[in-house]
C-alpha cells in the first residue's frame, strides 16, 4: 500500500487477451513500423500504408467504451503497449497515442447523443485526432455554437476523420470541447520541424464552423460514459501515453548501441567500444535508470487506477505524483538517449542513422504540454502542504 492506502499491486484483470493479440500484432508488424518510420521523416507524415495497418490491428480504440466498439485496455496495459509500440518506432507510436486519446476522449465525455452521432451504427469507427486545448471562441447561437480560432500541434490529422477543438465562450469560465468532423477545417501545413517531424502534427483552422451543442463537452466535467476507465480526470487519463512511449524509445536506443558498440572504433587500433569500462558503466547506468522511470511511473498509474476502481477521487496527491511520474519518464528517457549519442562518434549524425531520430524524437516529446516542468511545481507544493498538515 502507499501512503494514501491504495493497492499498488495489479488491481483488475483488465482486456488480458486485447493486450496480448495487440502486443504480439506489433511484434510481427516491427519491420514494417520502423520502415514507415523512416519514410515518415520525408513525408512529414505517417505513411497511409502504416495507418491502415493500425486501422486493421483495431490499436486506435483501446480507450474507447466497448458500446461504441472499442476494446479499452487498464491503464497499465494500455501502457504495454505504448513502451511496445514506442521501441518499435516512435512515429507510428505517436500517431497511436494521438489516435487513442482523442477517439477515447471524444467517446467517453461527448453526451449520448453526440456520441452516438460520431459512432454511427453501420459504419467504419472513427479516428479521432486535434487539440483539446481552449485555441477557439465560441459563439452561441440556436442549438450551439459558431467555432473560430487556429489550433497546433494536430498530430496524424492526415488520417483522422474527425478532429477535437477546445475553445472558450466569452464570459464563460468554461473550456469547452467541440468534435467536428476533418471536412469542416482547413488544414495549415506548418509542420517543418526538427524531432517528431514523422509524426504530421500541422495547424487546422475553422471559420464560424456550426457545432451542435451535443457535440461538445466541458473540459473540466466528469465523463459521460460510466466505468472506472472513465471515472478517472482527463489529464489521468491520458498519462499514460508519453511516458511509455518514451521509456520504449529509451530501451531501443539501449539495444541498438549495445549492437553497434562492437564494432565502434573512435582512433585507429583502440579498443572497440565494447570493451571499455566507461561504455560498461553507461550500460549500467542507462538500464538502472529505464527501469526505476518505468517502475516510477507505473506505480503511480496504478494508485490512479485503484482509486478510479475503488470509485473514489484520487486525491491531490494520487494526481501530483502521476504528472510528476510523467515528467521524470519522459525526461529520463531522453537523457539516457543524449548520453548514449555520445559515443557513437560522428557518423551517427547522418540522417540514415536510427540514433539521431531517436534522439531528436526524445527532445521532440520532452516538449509535449502533457509533461510540463510545472507539475513538478505542483507536487513540490504537494509536498509542502503535507508537510504543513502531517499527513
Not at 38 to 46: I, Q
Not at 218 to 235: I, M, N, W
Not at 335 to 347: S, W
Request: glycine letters at 12%; one cysteine or more; hydrophobic letters at 45%.
Amino acid at each position: 500500500m502507499n501512503e494514501d492506502g491504495l493497492a499498488l499491486a495489479s488491481v483488475d484483470a483488465g482486456n488480458a487477451a486485447v493486450r496480448a493479440e495487440v502486443l504480439d500484432g506489433i511484434r510481427r508488424h516491427r519491420r514494417e513500423f520502423e520502415d514507415a518510420g523512416e519514410r515518415a521523416e520525408k513525408l512529414r507524415a505517417l505513411p497511409h500504408d502504416a495507418a491502415q495497418t493500425l486501422r486493421g490491428m483495431s490499436i486506435f480504440w483501446l480507450k474507447t467504451p466497448a458500446e461504441f466498439g472499442g476494446t479499452p485496455l487498464t491503464p497499465l496495459e494500455f501502457a504495454d503497449v505504448m513502451e511496445e509500440l514506442g521501441y518499435a518506432d516512435a512515429t507510428t507510436a505517436w500517431v497511436t497515442m494521438v489516435g487513442n486519446g482523442g477517439t477515447g476522449t471524444a467517446a467517453g465525455w461527448l453526451p449520448l447523443d453526440g456520441a452516438r452521432q460520431v459512432f454511427a451504427a453501420g459504419r467504419p469507427r472513427p479516428l479521432i485526432v486535434g487539440v483539446p486545448r481552449a485555441a477557439g471562441a465560441g459563439r452561441p447561437v440556436a442549438g450551439g455554437y459558431l467555432v473560430s480560432g487556429r489550433w497546433s500541434f494536430a498530430s496524424g490529422i492526415a488520417h483522422a476523420d474527425w478532429l477535437i477543438a477546445g475553445f472558450k465562450v466569452p464570459g464563460d469560465d468554461r473550456a469547452l470541447v467541440a468534435v467536428v468532423p476533418k471536412t469542416e477545417v482547413e488544414v495549415i501545413d506548418t509542420w517543418r520541424v526538427a524531432g517528431l517531424q514523422g509524426t504530421g502534427s500541422p495547424d487546422f483552422r475553422m471559420d464560424e464552423v456550426f457545432v451542435p451543442a451535443e457535440l461538445t463537452f466541458d473540459r473540466g466535467g466528469g465523463a459521460a460514459r460510466e466505468g472506472a476507465l472513465f471515472r478517472q480526470e482527463e489529464h489521468v487519463f491520458l498519462s499514460n501515453e508519453v511516458p511509455p512511449l518514451c521509456i520504449g524509445l529509451a530501451r531501443r536506443a539501449l539495444d541498438d548501441m549495445t549492437e553497434l558498440a562492437t564494432g565502434t572504433v573512435r582512433f585507429p587500433g583502440g579498443a572497440t567500444l565494447s570493451e571499455r569500462a566507461v561504455f560498461h558503466k553507461e550500460l549500467g547506468r542507462a538500464d538502472t535508470k529505464i527501469r526505476a522511470a518505468r517502475l516510477v511511473h507505473r506505480e503511480a498509474i496504478a494508485a490512479a487506477w485503484a482509486a478510479a476502481l475503488a470509485g473514489t477521487d484520487a486525491s491531490h496527491r494520487v494526481h501530483a505524483a502521476v504528472t510528476a511520474a510523467s515528467i521524470y519518464a519522459v525526461e529520463t528517457g531522453a537523457e539516457i538517449i543524449t548520453d548514449l549519442f555520445r559515443y557513437c562518434g560522428g557518423r551517427m549524425l547522418s540522417l540514415s542513422s536510427p540514433m539521431q531520430r531517436y534522439m531528436r524524437n526524445a527532445l521532440g516529446a520532452r516538449q509535449h504540454i502533457g509533461v510540463s516542468e510545472e507539475f513538478y511545481e505542483n507536487a513540490g507544493r504537494q509536498q509542502i502542504q503535507s508537510l504543513a498538515t502531517g499527513r
